[in-house]
């Protein structure tokens, strides 16, 4: 049997890397109320379309797909499930989980070059897993991303880094 090679430690100072892989920019229905107890508000926004555009991956959001929120106080906890169509035909589930508040007084605006990407004072990450059996498109299901986000009522852009 050989015995497994240590690996190299991980100095001080270390951090991973994040690589800009793509941006979706969802279309939002207004949102339905479903219900509220024990300090909870449940609420489902619907999705009605968008774009995906970047340098790893580009097409369309379809509709049907839906965000269910819930808010405790000032904090939403957010659940959205929909579907990508790659430029190529290929579809690509996404079940993209997260936060947003806007009470964090830590929180920088942050920008990619010069594209607001978060604004100072508000906390808006998700954390998305993608599922396809594509060929091309299965290192979205073997990676691990990050979103920062930003939007509205009527339209989210959530771009996309992946974590090297």
């Known amino acids: 049997m050989i015995a497994p090679q240590p690996l190299p430690a991980v100095g001080p100072g270390f951090s991973p890397a994040l690589d800009f892989a793509f941006e ?6 207004p949102s339905v109320h479903i219900g509220h107890g024990g ?13 995906v555009a970047g340098p790893r991956l580009r097409g369309t959001v379809l509709a049907g797909g839906g965000d269910w929120c819930d ?3 000032g904090v939403y906890q957010l659940d959205a499930r929909y579907l990508l169509r790659a430029d190529d035909g290929a ?4 079940t993209n989980r997260g936060y947003y508040h ?3 007084p830590t929180a920088p605006a942050q920008y990619d070059d010069a594209l607001p990407v978060s604004e100072a004072g508000v906390y808006y990450r998700t954390s998305p897993v993608f599922r396809t059996d594509a060929p091309a498109h299965l290192w979205l299901a073997r990676t691990v ?6 939007g509205d009522d009527r339209e989210v852009a959530i771009r996309f880094y992946s974590v090297s």
Do not use: H, K, M
Request: net charge negative; aromatic share 6%; no cysteine.
């Open 24 to 29: 979706v920019r969802v279309s939002l229905a």
């Open 39 to 51: 300090g909870e508000i449940t609420e489902y926004v619907p999705i009605t379309g968008g774009t």
């Open 71 to 73: 808010r405790r106080g």
């Open 91 to 94: 579809v690509i589930d996404i």
């Open 102 to 104: 806007e009470d964090d």
């Open 145 to 150: 991303f990050i979103g920062l986000a930003r």
